[in-house]
T-cell receptor, first 114, second 109 residues
């Protein structure tokens, strides 16, 4: 089975721009979660989508948004980028059900905001 | 209080020894428990999950869960230099993952 894929792998943007990141889950997985990882803050949960609906949300500002498509692929958007948004953005997929909730991570997108 | 607490380390063990990594969680209703390994510059890799009290073994890895004490541990037997990484503990509560900040393990040859 193919693993979780994320595109692009690396991205450089300037302050004020917006960015869209993409995640394709493992085949059969209906849940996609997004995380931000920085050296100082560790893994911070952004949101989770299950069957095209946002099921959980972390404590990030509204500039961070996401969506999920009918094929379970997910996108994350960050608008009005700030320097502090520089981070590794990880998505993880799972079946999303009790007993099938172990998450598998993609390779991540490293975003640098200048 | 954080949902999941881990000692940040570094934990240094000699090659061939047993490495013991510990994690506590705050919510008694947490349902599932996971250990991830993360090499520097890479994404986390799932190595163990455990749902019930007791021990679960997989090769050189053993996960231990004690729900009464709200404690999860990971034992790595015959530690190898390639096990040097940061180990993240995670718990699920109502479909939401909570990660600890990770314990850095150094296995010295």
């Amino acid at each position: 089975k193919a693993g979780v894929t994320q595109t692009p792998r690396y991205l450089i943007k300037t302050r004020g721009q917006q960015v869209t990141l993409s995640c394709s889950p493992i085949s059969g997985h209906r849940s996609v979660s997004w995380y931000q990882q920085t050296p100082g803050q560790g893994l911070q949960f952004l949101f989770e989508y299950f069957s095209e609906t946002q099921r959980n949300k972390g404590n990030f500002p509204g500039r961070f948004s996401g969506r999920q498509f009918s094929n379970s692929r997910s996108e994350m958007n960050v608008s009005t980028l700030e320097l502090g948004d520089s981070a590794l953005y990880l998505c993880a997929s799972s079946y999303g059900t009790s007993g099938g909730d172990e998450q598998y991570f993609g390779p991540g997108t490293r975003l640098t905001v200048t | 209080q954080k949902e999941v607490e881990q000692n940040s380390g570094p934990l240094s063990v000699p090659e061939g020894a047993i490495a013991s990594l510990n994690c506590t969680y705050s919510d008694r209703g947490s349902q599932s428990f996971f250990w991830y390994r993360q090499y520097s510059g890479k994404s986390p890799e799932l190595i163990m999950f455990i749902y019930s009290n007791g021990d679960k073994e997989d090769g050189r890895f053993t996960a231990q869960l004690n729900k009464a004490s709200q404690y999860v541990s990971l034992l790595i037997r015959d530690s190898q230099p390639s096990d040097s990484a940061t180990y993240l503990c995670a718990v699920i509560n109502f479909n939401k993952f909570y990660f600890g900040s990770g314990t850095k393990l150094n296995v010295k040859p």
